[in-house]
């Protein structure tokens, strides 16, 4: 077992027996929450690669906790079902082959039945292993992988909500998730700059507390002036830049994303929709009015960028809004996970003590910055190592969390990756500027 | 409506409205039974685009009655559901758009439930039209539609098979569709030949009965002198084959043949794996020892035609077959899907009264001939003149039903038809010589 | 040497030395004259996989003298270049390993003036064997070879100015391969329909007199009656199928014909471009407007099946068109590649002694015919039997010859054959009906 | 004409006509030059959609000069053939339609023998505009466009080499470009590391002289004390990593770079081939064994970091190699394009005063940051400033010029960029650790 303590950050208190116990058990619990509304017929689709049936996802976050946990620290552990280490592996590479990701989709088998008893079988036998554990000679360990597993179920979790979105957006009756829809009458407050002063500044993770490898080493970076926008692009800003032939006009996109919305014949965000004149768009509530207030969403880095272009401002680079965020703090309500709204609300207005509206949940905000590596960053060796070093190439970097991210990644050190082109995450923009 | 009464050819014992009931209801139960022994999850699922899930097999020949029968001759007909004109037309353009092929495994909705209930509103729909309008006006016609529909549900039944047995062929856990294999130990007879004369013969149906248009006009058309297998290529028979390199000797290839055996990187029939130094065949029993007396099944075309070719022999033409089949009739059992094996079996002897094994069950025999238009043939108008025409063009002929053909279709003159790289459907082998 | 022989036919004077020289050395030169209007650079493009490069065709009809001619039967025969064995092999397996064909037009060199040596040299070495062997124990097999040699230099010819066409076509300057164009003010004669009888009749090779393998053996086949339309379909008839919605009608097409013209957004024949209202058509000659006189000419079986279908006809069967053409006879003045033209002319009126106008040359005519082995066909073993026989799957038989079509290849039992997707050979329609 | 004066960063002394003039004339005389071991037919073909045909370089550079500044500023400038604006228009929308990229290889015409004459019309409209416009009103403006005109020619002067290997490549005759081949006895030194200290640096083009937009503005950044190689990685050094499984060990690969090399089927370098147990390498000398005291190339930067993750170190950042390459400067001979070698050559022993050897030519040195913009870059508005900007996503930088970069390129703010699966440059790999 190559891993040691230092590899796995963890916040103090969950050193403590029942507070692990109990953090686990509501994260299981949460999971098995959010695929309430849906049938077991639901849970095997899978509607394109980059998304992964909800079946997957219950039987994957599973996987992690057996393959990291109990087969490594618990001797007595039962093994639920041999074939399960192959079906259920995502992409790590040294735990072996695995079922091909574009063919998950066709599993029908193992039934939705046997794969809620396999959850069951795990979370006991976790809960099992802490009993025995706590307090041992590889506590600090456990404790940390239960963390790391809880982290990465949590991430699933938003991802298994936007995968069944993109399911049910592909199925021509429309079906909602869950109803009744969270209609909204605000106005959107109008957008407005905030400063931020040129200096030599630190960011990334430090200390204690659960975070990433990525989110680390702690580094100095300089930064010239700049200002951000004081709330997310809205819906109604977003048409504008439609309407003046945003779609159009080459001189406002990145060369790869012209070949892109060239060859897709993309003329609005995914999920939109024109219908009698009007725009209508696919939500977990099913296919609703644009309101044209809220922030927009499901905008890809390409898309992001050219509206920048298009407004005369740029996306802000990651160590911009790191700044941001880490001045903000996560205080105040955050239209999170938690939340349970699944889908963004407008913004308030700014106030003096808050003047960046929506930093936190809502829409991920796009940066303009590349994933790579922070200076010194190392992956941790084997299996566990593969978390996100292997993906520092080709995806770019988002912050702040949406409306469908488990509350404990809203944090201002959280790097969210995803590659230029991809849409179907709750992704937005919040506008920078050189000062 | 511009079906006229002799475009729809009927058994003259459907004429009664008791039987044609009768005939129905069967045709609607047997399809659920099949249906049976699988999850709602089960029957999602769709593993390429040739193949469709079984829940749209169950209501879109469901659609096929409600928009030919019910739709156009019951003025109180009430619509299940207005969008599942979309969903569950298959590739009728006079019936409009409809939902893309490739993209039918992403409908998780609406719910098995609702498809058995739709199932359960149309047969009960026609059951009551049956009532109404027997012996009336449009009588002649709708019977024949009727008988028509059931002769669709019958394909799609086969279909139903042969699509879920992919689907369950593509999981690694190869779960099996019933139990228990209906293994044998009878060994296969040896291959002798059996001598046709040269002579002006007649094909095609004609007269009373069902027949699809395709069947159709009965021709004359001249043949030389020929003979045919006694029985069809057993499993043994084309392990040779392999066996002296046949997937190695471009000689032995249609040129489209070996481009497609190189670029798939094939080496022996679908659903055959190498293990531990034997051959497995995946059935709807799960996994089985590969049972060398068994008639060879699942090969394309191209694979029928190397291994003809290899055995100085060659694939019969369509005529030859037809005129074996007739000569033979249907008397006797048969290995088709009223059997209930869904699984080839080991031929029996020759005899002096029946000469020809197998010829009719077991497996589908490609024949040389590319699928065409008799002489004279003209598609009906309309929708249902695309049931067959619009597809004479790249696919080959057919003959004799397979272990999974409903008994209806086990008719000399019934024309099957595929692609000839298609291997999905149980297809073999009988080999045929020039006297 | 496994060719014996009867395998080889020849027109019995070719066995005369001297006329079987002055015959290799005619078709040799009219190869070399044929790319006298091309540049250097011009001979070096391969526009798409089916088509080849100019200097590609001078070499490979050059290897197929020396690998089947010179390397068998001249033992003081000294190799030109070792590597051109693979790089100018086409599609003969049993001649081992060769040169993609997809990445023909990546081959600079050898450069064209080495190409040219190589005919050089070859034409010379075949004319001093046939010198030393003549009327030896080998010369009947020598001279059928000689004699295939110069049928396959031929339907390179054509090849080579179809492929040319294509070129050309690619490039926006829309360069012409001659001029000037040949432009006819004739207008075409109305179409008339000629009957023919019912009956039994032989078609195919026989006798003495070149053929190629698959034109035999000659056999029986029973026609119903028809007729056949006294001309071609001409740019006129074809522009009414399209001002008629044609191309938007799903009832007209095929199944598989309709997926490809939806997918390639076809709306006219290949070669066609609207420009200012009218329609321009690339030729030879660079863009020309379309004569609406001449034959219609570039396109696939597909557009021909569905004009048929528009027009209330059908395409003849194979055997059909050979007992028109056998009936014709080749006599009188036929546009085909000797003519000069390279281009088809409006069609003369039809008169009594010559019913059926343009049979001969012009456009090559679609048949329903699917290209498939005559009763008894047995391909030649060896490299030889790959020339047609592994070509019979997928692809449909044409008739009659072309504009660019050798004088040699204008008779009665010829066979062409094609994807039904093809369009850039001089393809056209001749309708027939049931009678 | 939008370009203000400051946009076009210029060398003092080429303000001066003559000069000007004589750079202007050097470069275009170098293109010609380098074409001339070339025969038309090879500069004809484009073996991929990422290189272009030789023609299209020579004809591509000249229409960046008539456009940008004959058009504009000369309006005497008699166009040499209107349809050369949509015929060699590379990739600027601004500019309007163009022919499309990968179908550049089917212009056989225009023939080379125009081309040279549309370069000669060029060259000579150029050199008389200068006459009558230096020192007038826009010529600050036009001394620029030609400076930039002949930077952008000098780029492709580079690519012209690189894309001609590749077509040469492709041939099985493996043919040279040019010999006799620059052999080598010497052997590389040893491996060493040179320190660099943690600070607050400035990176970027600042004060006079010629530089890309991308190269500027001049700015702060912090880095961690570092230490780079003494010299790039040779083969030698990467056959160890061959050696040592590097190809199908997945923990070195990042997740892009595993499903490339999966995919594509790699193990070795592009241009590699191993033959009678050893390694050839094809050069533009032809196919030769592989120098294992050579710097290594034609790596992609997928290999470059699977290299530097085996050999315990990391790619460099592109700051830490612009502050090598400005602490170095670039006295001294440098292998690139003016030194005639075409071909990397052993690295020299590190010195006391040069410690780090071929930081300039020889191979580009892959950085592991990706191609964005420096803080407060804006493209110029229009066709100009498409030039880099666009490409500002999903390509990494490299620094330090190859053996076949013109000499102007190989300056320390330089920035090359490529797509991380790109391997036909000379890109290599110089290592890089933390202190």
Known sequence: MPLSPHHLPIDPHLLNAEESLFRFSAVRILTEKLVKPLSAEDMVVQSMEEASPTKWHLAHTTWFHETFILKVFDPDYKIFDPDYHFLFNSYYEAEGPRHPRPHRGLLSRPPLSEIMAYRGHVTAAVQELVGKVAGGKHWRTIAG?????????EQHQEL????????????????????????????????????????????GHAGDGFAFDCE?????????????????????????????GGYKN???????????IQAEERHAPLYWREKDGGWQVFTLFGEQPVNFDEPASHLSYYEADAFATWAGA?????????????????????????NGRYHPAVAGKATAGNRLQQLFGDVWEWTATAFAPYPRFKPAPGAIGEYNGKFMC??????GGSCVTPAGHVRPTYRNFFFPHSQWQFTGIRLAKDL
Chains 1, 2, 3, 4 share one sequence.
């Open 145 to 153: 992988l239960i963390e790391l597993g809880c982290h990465h179920e």
């Open 160 to 203: 298994l909500l936007t995968d069944i979105k993109h399911v049910l957006s592909c199925n021509p009756l429309k079906p909602a998730y869950k109803s009744p829809y969270p209609k909204e009458v605000r106005k959107a407050p109008d957008m407005e700059w905030v400063a931020f002063a040129e200096g030599l500044y630190e960011i």
């Open 216 to 244: 680390g080493p702690r580094h100095k970076t300089y930064l010239n002036a700049f200002s951000l926008a004081s709330r997310p692009v809205t819906n109604g800003d977003y048409l504008a830049f439609m309407v003046d």
């Open 250 to 260: 080459p001189a406002l996109w990145l060369s790869d994303a012209w070949a892109q």
């Open 314 to 338: 740029r996306l802000p680079r990651e160590a911009e809004l790191e700044l941001a965020l880490a001045a903000a703090g996560t205080t105040g309500a955050v239209n999170d996970l938690g």
């Open 394 to 399: 080709n995806q770019f970097v988002l912050r």
